[in-house]
């Protein structure tokens, strides 16, 4: 198991143990984060579980696949360039202690 740790947009912070090989989306839906909904469920199609992931990370990640990069287009809260959809995000021990930030909105 590896850390995560999710920021929602008030500022809250919930750190959680989570099983390596499980998406970031899977932890937050199971744990109740706020701030991620994943409609989908996780098969990259709805967006509805982006989130910013913290710069000094983003190496470690997969690099984006062209659905994820058309998906992200379609987010309700900004863009930017350390944005990822977190079904996509698959937790490894490599992640540990990775902290990502909920946007404003999903839907």
């Known amino acids: ?39 989908c469920g ?17 190496d470690l990640l997969p690099p984006m696949g062209e659905i994820e990069d058309e998906m992200l287009e379609c987010v309700v809260s900004e863009r930017r360039p350390n944005s990822r959809l977190s079904c996509q995000i698959k937790m490894s021990p490599a992640l540990d202690g990775i902290v990502v930030e909920l946007p404003e909105a999903q839907s």
């Open 42 to 58: 996780g098969s990259c199609s709805c967006a509805t579980c982006h989130c910013y992931v913290e710069e000094d990370k983003l």
């Open 1 to 39: 198991m590896s850390k995560v740790t999710y920021v929602e947009h008030d500022g809250t912070a919930t750190e959680i143990d989570l099983q390596d090989g499980w998406t970031l989306m899977q932890g937050a839906t199971m744990n109740g984060i706020d701030g991620i909904e994943g409609e």
